[in-house]
């Protein structure tokens, strides 16, 4: 039975069909992993058994009425515990909301259940999801599955090591500045950011408005274009939300892409790549031409200031939406205070860890008068240029393909005492969310320690379909996606 979730979440959806397994049974199945392995991992901050096993139960009563089934119905999932999920403690791994009971479902969360999707937990990320290793929760950290002395990538760390170790097939992260990716090539597994405003917000945490973006996390492309399916599609409730309908991208996964045009980001893979990884990319680049497309060097000339211009917007963002933890509203409330102030300042000392304070801090910096237009403005106009060279690459090629991460899963503890070195992991995720474009991770190799390397692909604005097409045909033409940490 523990063979089953091994198995893709389509493969497992075909076994709920054939009634090799019943959704009861698989989600039992999946909840035992958890319960056996997860002290080892870390991925996991609560579990939703109820939930999970009563949406198990619908599932078996349409499989013996013979109704058809919605896609993925019946196939456990993990929720980054920074979304909303009724009945479920939302903590986003920080203190403050450590005792925070969801009010209301994320619109990701409903779209599940709608599709009966068993949540089988809430999964640990970094606090807040700020962070690129998931060192940063409050509560423990999160082991990597491919060698659990290293860090599984963050922020969302929880998520990615579920799937990678088999604990569920799909799991849902949110991406602000590279939380899917990073963590998903770390961990060997696929995972999506998706177009700006393709999925709801409603419901998540918000880290930085203008960049927070939810997306898949699985192990195969195909899973990836289904999940996104079920997640995607207009939401009044979320002001960013497109009005867009949702598409079918499973449809076209398979296409030729004879003659599409590729390029490599000239800047991404000069300087400073772990020797592995950019044997990797060469790799990637020889079975690209294989398969008829052509690929072409492609400059993104500013890329090497988004990391400068993320830790502004980010942290700017961070600091007027994170204002609403004050111990009034949400969470977590000082104690033995003389005044409101003095409720506020102690509140908030006490629920937010380091690295919270820290982009608080620099963000309230960054906003304030005098200093607005040296950091915050210059830094919207960077924004803008930044992206102008995307689309003007974008009028070049079909795609743009660079490594996720310049290195693989570093050592648990290596990073911790060095912020800016932290930061840095993150050069090559972070330009799709500044210019809103859908980008992917997807295996690509193993370095000489059998660590997971991810080959990242980016596409134009709403040009899912193409970029997952791409991803597949890559992943076909290789067996990394087979290969699984053994845990
Ligand atoms: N690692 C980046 C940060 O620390 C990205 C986080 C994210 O995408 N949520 O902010």
Redesign the pocket.
Known sequence: MQELLKKSAMEQSKALKNKEVSAVELTKVSLDRIKTIDEKLGAFNSLTEETALETAKKVDEKIAKGEELPLLAGVPLALKDNMNLVGSKTTASSKILENFVSPYNATVTQKLLDNLVPIVGKANL?EF????SNENSAFKKVHNPWNLKKVPG???GGSAASVASCEAALALG???????R?PASFCGIVGMKPTYGKVSRYGLIA??SS??QIGPFTRTVEDAAALLEVISGHDPHDSTSLDLPVENYRASLNNDIKGMKIGVVKELVKEGLAPDVEKAIQGAIDTYKSLGAEVVEISLPNIGHSIGI??IL?TAECSSNLARFDGVKYGHRAEGVNNLLDMYCKTRAEGFGP?VKR?IMLGTYALSSGYYDAYYKKAQQMRRIVTEDFLKAFSQVDALIAPTCPNTAFDLGSKTEDPLS??L??IA??GA?LAGIPAMSVPAGFDSDGMPIGLQIMSPQLTEAKLFNIAYKFEQSHDYYKQLADI
């Open positions: 970094d999801a700020m962070g690129s963050g922020s969302s949110s991406d602000t500045g590279g939380s899917i990073l880290f930085a960049l927070d993320y830790y980010a690295e982009r932290m930061y992991t993150d995720t972070i969310n």
